[in-house]
């Protein structure tokens, strides 16, 4: 059947930002939440078998109202990116966000009443079912909880963020809906021109990147004062808890110890001199000194090239690579694109980059991207698919034990992609098209070795100057491109200055350093995929049970449990970056006799 290439947004709610039954879904979880809450304050903590009783009906709506949140939540940023200009969508995110803090509220009053609970007996009663399950999420919540603040001034701070941390979320999005990029008499939304930068002539990339700077350059002043007043709400909020280091809060989140990540990242800063040999000769390829910042994800093959895959071709290929890998995968993935769970069209006013959302009351997710046929993203839709796959595969457990973080959430994706990447350089029919393939696959290595490095760079060190006031617009250019000389070994011609007002992952609210956990993920699926192209077809259950258990222990014990390998330890990182290497070896040895550059 013809896929298509927009998504079903109306089995959920008809009528899009105008839906009378989303308003209706809406105000009946206002009145949802609202009971919670009083549930919850009601609730006098004694440690006596009458609050074993109550601690499994507050869960119980606490996981009912959670889902409900969800769905809201997901519907509204699927209308959102498919039209920047939708102002009833933007109006529904407002409505949606203050309900989000009311419910998060409520949560932290259910956290303080956990930590009221003397500890005997809370460890008893958290042992005997049907919480059982959930022990691993509720001594989470107690300990976080331990190290918060009084139930006022949490619930003060969840209030105040509506307007002030979410808010300067939500202004981003508006002044980022404002921006175009002129572009031959036309003028592109960022999302189109954004994929210009994979064109084949280097001309139009160079033009469409100098308006791209220029255009981000013009709104810079508002941008620094969106993102310095987004970071000093959350820097307040953590002097205020007592807290110093500004990755406190993104490794518990990611339940992640800090010498795990001091091992990934000290292990990539000293493993680049294999990724800037593959972008010298890419250089080299392309007739260049130097690459420049748009130079990074051009083709090295012509224009017409066979790599070019329409949408249906595209979504046949996933499918069949999936299915090498295993029933279950694959016959999901057609479901999705039978369904029309998949936003791919290339158009106006859509928002750039793309994301997979749950809508767990409906047991369905949705994937937005915009599609143009590149391998690039093909990658992508692959990568999404896998995002949708790890929601799937936790819908039998309990909604408490499916939060898993962003960091695990990245090993499904990215395992997925990789399914992909390399059966499309193996079955490449020409040398041409297997070395273009290679390229793309090695591409994303340097997007999650060196570009997301640089944005942890970047980020890292900006919060530590924001600690001690505004940091502005030129200041946030210089370590930007500071930054990024770091993290691509100075193999660059021309950086990317404005890089911190053009990426949306630097304004979200939902988790504090949205990058690192992308390298994690990355990696982490290398070591799983080099352990299923060892077993072969029987370790899909094996992959599956892993993926049951991102949402219910740390990322260290999940390791430790599925792969019996230590995180925190060097070797596992420097095992997963020789995959890496091993990829681009086979590059520099095809491209030795192709250099294009006299």
Same mark, same amino acid.
């Given at each position: ?224 004062? %969106? ?202 029919? %020409? ?168």
């Amino acid at each position: 059947m013809a896929y298509s290439l927009t998504w079903d947004l109306d089995v959920f709610f008809e009528g899009g930002g105008s839906s009378v039954t989303f308003l209706e879904y809406i105000k009946k979880l206002e009145q949802d939440i609202y009971h919670f809450d009083k549930y919850v304050s009601d609730w006098k903590v004694k440690s006596d078998e009458k609050d074993r009783h109550l601690l499994g009906n507050i869960i119980e709506l606490f996981a009912q109202t959670g889902r409900k949140m969800r769905q809201a939540g997901a519907f509204v940023s699927c209308l959102e990116a498919q039209n920047t200009k939708d102002s009833k969508a933007h109006e529904l995110r407002s409505q949606v966000t203050k309900l989000s803090a009311a419910f998060q509220t409520a949560l932290t009053k259910l956290d303080q009443k956990l930590v009221m609970m003397e500890e005997e007996f809370f460890q008893d009663a958290i042992k005997v079912d049907p919480i059982r399950e959930l022990k691993f999420i509720l001594n989470e919540r107690r300990d976080r909880a331990a190290e918060r603040l009084s139930v006022e001034e949490e619930s003060l701070i969840n209030q105040l963020a509506i307007d002030g941390y979410h808010g300067w979320s939500q202004l981003y999005d508006t002044i980022v809906s404002s921006i175009h990029i002129p572009f031959e008499g036309s003028r592109l939304s960022v999302g189109q021109a954004a994929n210009k930068f994979a064109d084949p002539d280097r001309e139009t990339r160079k033009t469409v990147f100098e308006e791209w700077e220029k255009a981000w350059g013009e709104k810079s002043e508002l941008l620094a004062n %969106t993102l310095n007043h987004l970071a000093g709400f959350r820097l307040s909020v953590y002097s205020k808890r007592g807290w110093s280091d500004v990755l406190k809060e993104p490794l518990e989140i990611n339940r992640m110890k800090k010498q795990t990540l001091d091992s990934m990242w000290g292990v990539i800063a000293e493993t680049k001199e294999p990724l800037v040999r593959f972008l010298n000769r890419k250089a080299e390829l392309l007739g260049v000194d130097q690459l420049s910042w748009y130079d990074l994800d051009a083709p090295i093959v012509e224009s017409g090239s066979s790599n070019k895959m329409p949408y249906q071709q595209g979504a046949e290929f996933i499918v069949k690579q999936f299915s090498r890998f295993g029933a279950e995968l694959s016959q999901f993935a057609e479901k999705a694109f039978e369904d029309k769970w998949i936003e791919a069209e290339d158009r106006p006013n859509k928002r750039p980059g793309g994301f997979c959302t749950s809508f767990p009351e409906s047991g369905q997710s949705r994937i937005f991207m915009t599609y143009s046929g590149t391998p690039s993203n093909v990658s992508t839709l692959a990568h999404e698919l896998g995002h949708a796959f790890h929601s799937f595969v936790l819908k039998d457990t309990h909604q408490l034990n499916r939060g898993y973080a962003m960091n695990v959430a990245e090993t499904a994706s990215t395992f997925a992609e990789m399914i992909v990447a390399d059966a499309a350089v193996k079955e490449a029919g %020409t040398e041409k098209g297997k070395l273009a393939l290679l390229e793309d696959k090695i591409q994303r290595t340097v997007a999650l070795l060196m570009n997301i490095h640089a944005r942890f760079l970047f980020e890292t060190r900006f919060y530590e100057e924001r600690k001690h006031g505004m940091v502005s617009a030129a200041r946030l250019n210089e370590l930007m491109v500071k930054a990024q000389q770091e993290a691509y070994g100075d193999a660059l011609a021309e950086y990317h200055p404005h890089f911190w007002a053009s990426k949306l992952h630097f304004y979200i609210t939902g988790v504090p350093f949205y990058n690192f956990p992308y390298t994690f993920g990355f990696l982490f699926s290398l070591g799983i995929y080099a352990r299923a192209l060892e077993e072969g077809e029987g370790f899909e259950k094996q992959y599956m049970a892993l993926l049951q258990d991102t949402g219910s222990m740390t990322v260290e014990d999940l390791a430790r449990k599925h792969l019996n390998v230590d995180l925190s330890a060097r070797g596992f990182w420097e095992k997963a970056i020789g995959a890496c290497i091993n990829d681009i070896e086979e590059f520099l040895q095809l491209t030795e006799s192709h250099s294009r550059k006299a």
